[in-house]
């Protein structure tokens, strides 16, 4: 089975600061890549997945990630965060043809205004 | 257009109660999975279902029984609760096919005394 791995649980940042959040995953085969945010209080939002085609993907808020095939990372960016980004933050990889999702152990950030 | 609906929202049970926790999509997705996610844990799959009739175990299973009568539902059932399956459950739908992302319910947290 695959597993997902997700360094710095906890994240604090000043607004404006940037942010980048660590994904690696162990899986041979090809596979689809996810990012999930989760506000205070509320379910999981999709903020971007990659499925193929450009390493770089664009999301939601302002957020990016990029995926390194050669590195089994899917590392998540945003450039200049705000304090509504205060959340807990998942990578998900689901195997090609698979459908079962596996999540990181996620990434709790607070941003201090 | 509804989604992934699951219900209750909460739910307080003492130790020793059942409950069924209950999943309905309206969207024709094959896959349909469970989740509990706990502090620092992420999320973990207990059980999957890829279609009617068809369900298989995930990584946390003990204690928690599924059946899929129909697609559209996946009922989680709690025979006998106990204070270690307090926690958020999700229930996730998607397609079977290559290129595919899961779709969330809003959860339910669940409390056991």
């Known amino acids: 089975a695959q597993s997902v791995s997700q360094h710095n649980h906890h994240v604090i940042l000043s607004e404006a600061a940037s942010l980048e959040l660590g994904c690696n995953y162990s899986y041979g085969g090809t596979v689809n890549l996810f990012w999930y945010v989760q506000y205070p209080g509320q379910h999981l939002q999709l903020l971007l997945k990659y499925f193929s085609g450009d390493p770089l993907v664009k999301g939601i808020k302002g957020f990016e990630a990029e995926f390194i095939k050669s590195k089994f990372s899917f590392n998540l960016r945003k450039p200049s965060v705000q304090w509504s980004d205060t959340a807990e933050y998942f990578c998900?990889?689901?195997?090609?043809?698979?459908?079962?999702?596996?999540f990181g152990k996620g990434n709790q950030v607070v941003v201090i205004p | 257009n509804a989604g992934v609906t699951q219900t209750p929202k909460f739910q307080v049970l003492k130790t020793g109660q059942s409950m069924t926790l209950q999943c309905a999509q309206d969207?024709?997705?094959?896959?349909m999975s469970w989740y509990r996610q706990d502090p620092g844990m992420g999320l973990r799959l207990i059980h999957y279902?890829?279609?009617?009739?068809?369900?298989d175990q995930g990584e946390v299973p003990n204690g928690y029984n599924v059946s899929r009568s129909t697609t559209e539902d996946f009922p989680l059932r709690l025979l006998s609760a106990a204070p270690s399956q307090t926690s958020v459950y999700f229930c996730?739908?998607?397609?079977?096919?290559?290129?595919?992302?899961?779709?969330f319910g809003q959860g339910t947290r669940l409390t056991v005394v």
């Open positions: 996730a739908s998607s397609p079977l096919s290559g290129n595919t992302e899961a779709f």
């Open positions: 279902s890829v279609g009617a009739g068809i369900t």
């Open positions: 998900a990889v689901m195997p090609y043809g698979n459908n079962r999702l596996a």
């Open positions: 969207m024709n997705h094959e896959y």
